[in-house]
């Protein structure tokens, strides 16, 4: 598992590099910021991970927990958004809809289910008996 | 944190939310389809200026009758169907709180009450507003500070006041008008077409200016012109008017096309050997392209005194081609040398120009140069694997296909233009679920009223795709999709153009009449609107003569 979430966190920096810093122009500090900083915990973390250093563990905990908290911050602003101009369009924004729900498919593997079964994963680890 | 706990914070997290959509929901849906609840808001409008209101309740009917009755007034009701808060609590909110064209805003402040109907809003063009985030531009809702300026200026107050103190709500109204117009893809005919062409012409000639010159942009709202001046767009302008002047057979359109073209004489400069067109210490080949397809039509119509100019600008833009086909799109006429720089359109402008003026010209270099251009538009490296669904606004490449394709076909030139035009379809507006007159348009996203003249200028590529599709033996399927896309894209153009439009709100409707606006919510008319309507529909009417 240690190796599956050292690839995980490696292959989430990278969308978000790429995607961010790569894809998107020009630049904008109140996306680049948080990207940057949340792509660097992850790289950290799988880096840490990779080469088992003592405190990868906890770098893994952080990682999944900035992740976990942000994405249903996310996931909750995507979606009142879509209800909010629902409610103003009504049936004219249902395209808009749409999308915002693949978008949502989208996230969620990322910013939900990862990190929490990281920190599944990371509490049974906890709880083992340690050698 | 165990499993159990997980769960449990996942739960009340999907709970919360859940309760606070539905709270949400239920506080700012409306329903347009219940009868209307009232109150009624009775307006008069006379020379594009509100005159008289009254909000009543009950029977609208007996109210403001004396004024509707003035010489020149018009009398309206928006019967008010249902409203909502709108949650005021910042600028951007307020405007992503109104649906373009289907709300109007009301607002109680120190116990009066204010409306802004859907006319009202439209009429201070307060139904579209460009939203900085950051670097990035957004379309996105209302001009919160025209809304918020007027209903101030009703109550008396400052529109910072007014945000702070009122109380707001959107209302849906339901309202008999005659604009846009209720047109169909199956009203689309020869005639229906003719009338919308010559009116276009009309509208420019109309704007012209005793030097030739046309007003640039004209507000149908208040009457006013746009200070600034376009060249290229000038030209494109005359283009359409010399077409439409030969095609139907209109002596007024084409003495204002040659009028129109003998200003373009007066801003030719030198690059290098040849004649360019344009001003300033650096020219675009756009300018001088679209310069040269005016004068091949000025000529094709008898005025050949065009013909030395014409003959000097296809020089300049054989001289700026790249030994790949493209062009340098840029010529400093300080240091006089071309400038290797590239911009969207001008390759297809500039190869349509020379495809056009080889008939003339008789020059197979125009000819080959032409060819030579469509074939570095069209080609598309089998390495780009996105090739099929990245697409952009170039118009031109289409109309060199059909231009070229007695004299020198190109196969691959057709798929690309066929491809285009099912990408093309791909953006277009279906009613349901967009709103009925929406129907035809090109979306540019589920909130913003969809333009018209990228709509007009992939229709002019269309027709031409559609007449080469039909020549070179494409299939039923294809040609049966290909009409239909045009068809609705005209109806759509139909509908809005100021046919008379909404003349009401007009201080002088006969200046823009025939006119075509930017889009539902933009009704400024721009020279090079009228242009891609008129030459759309001017292919569509050359092709049915084909057919007859």
């Known amino acids: 598992m240690r190796l599956l979430f050292a690839v995980s966190n490696a292959l989430v920096a990278l969308i978000l590099l790429v995607g961010v810093f790569g894809l998107i122009q020009p630049r904008f500090w109140a996306l680049d910021v948080p990207a940057g900083v949340l792509a660097s915990i992850e790289l950290v973390s799988a880096l840490a991970l990779f080469a088992r250093l003592p405190w990868a563990l906890r770098a893994l905990a952080l990682a999944a927990w900035i992740t976990f908290v942000g994405g249903l911050l996310l996931v909750g602003l995507v979606v009142l958004t879509m209800v909010f101009l629902r409610s103003i369009h009504g049936e004219d924004g249902f395209v808009a809809t749409a999308v915002s729900g693949l978008v949502l498919l989208l996230l969620v593997p990322y910013t939900l289910l990862l990190p929490i079964l990281q920190l599944l994963w990371l509490k049974r680890q906890a709880l083992e008996p340690k050698p | ?548």
């Open chain 2, 1 to 548: 944190m165990t499993g159990r706990t997980l769960a449990r914070v996942l739960a009340l997290y999907a709970l919360t939310l859940a309760l606070g959509a539905l709270f949400m929901w239920r506080a700012l849906r409306l329903d347009r389809a219940r009868t209307a609840r009232g109150p009624s808001i009775v307006s008069v409008w006379r020379g594009g200026v509100r005159i008289a209101r009254k909000v009543v309740t009950g029977d609208a009917t007996p109210v403001l009758v004396a004024e509707g009755a003035l010489p020149g007034a018009t009398h309206t009701t928006d019967e008010i169907i249902d409203s909502a808060p709108i949650w005021a609590l910042n600028r951007f909110l307020f405007a992503a709180s109104v649906a373009p064209l289907r709300d109007g805003v009301s607002v109680s402040y120190r116990g009066r009450d204010a409306y802004a109907t859907p006319d009202d809003l439209l009429k201070i063009e307060a139904y579209e507003s460009a939203l900085q985030v950051g670097p990035v531009g957004l379309v996105l809702g209302t001009d919160t500070d025209k809304v918020l300026a007027t209903l101030a200026t009703e109550l008396g107050t400052t529109p910072d006041e007014l945000l702070r103190d009122g109380k707001f709500r959107r209302f849906a109204v339901r309202r008999h008008t005659d604009f846009p117009r209720r047109l169909e893809a199956k009203d689309v005919n020869v005639s229906a077409l003719r009338e919308a062409v010559l009116s276009a012409a009309y509208y420019l000639s109309h704007n012209q200016k005793r030097d030739g010159s046309f007003r640039y942009e004209v507000d149908a709202m208040t009457g006013e012109d746009a200070p600034d001046y376009n060249f290229p767009r000038h030209a494109g302008a005359t283009y359409f008017l010399a077409r439409a002047g030969n095609q139907l057979h209109d002596a007024r359109l084409f003495r204002a096309a040659r009028r129109a073209g003998e200003y373009m004489a007066h801003t030719t400069v030198r690059c290098g050997a040849h004649a360019c067109f344009g001003e300033g210490d650096q020219v675009d080949i756009g300018a001088s392209a679209l310069a040269l397809l005016t004068y091949v039509e000025l000529l094709n119509g008898g005025a050949n005194e065009f013909r030395d100019a014409a003959l000097d600008l296809a020089g300049f833009l054989r001289a700026q081609q790249l030994e790949n086909g493209d062009f340098q799109h840029f010529y400093s006429v300080k240091e006089q040398h071309p400038i290797n720089v590239q911009v969207e359109y001008y390759t297809g402008e500039a190869a349509f120009a020379l495809s056009r003026v080889a008939r003339i010209s008789q020059n197979e270099q125009d000819l080959a140069a032409a060819s030579r251009a469509l074939a570095f538009l069209v080609h598309r490296s089998p390495l780009f694997l996105g090739a099929h669904y990245f697409w952009g606004a170039e118009h031109w490449t289409c109309q060199v296909l059909e231009d070229l394709w007695q004299r020198a076909p190109d196969r691959r030139a057709l798929q690309f233009c066929l491809d285009w035009q099912a990408a093309n379809r791909n953006l277009q507006l279906d009613s349901p679920p967009a709103l009925p007159e929406y129907d035809g348009g090109l979306s540019r996203g589920p909130f913003v009223s969809p333009r018209l003249t990228p709509l007009a200028s992939r229709l002019e590529a269309a027709v031409a795709t559609l007449s080469v599709a039909r020549s070179a033996g494409v299939g039923k399927a294809e040609l049966d999709l290909l009409e239909r896309e045009i068809q609705r894209g005209f109806a759509f153009l139909l509908r809005y153009q100021f046919l008379p439009g909404p003349t009401y709100l007009m201080p002088d409707p006969r200046a823009v009449a025939g006119g075509v606006p930017g889009s539902p919510v933009d009704l400024h008319v721009r020279i090079d609107y009228p242009q891609h309507a008129g030459d759309a529909w001017l292919r569509y009417l050359e092709l049915a003569a084909l057919d007859r």
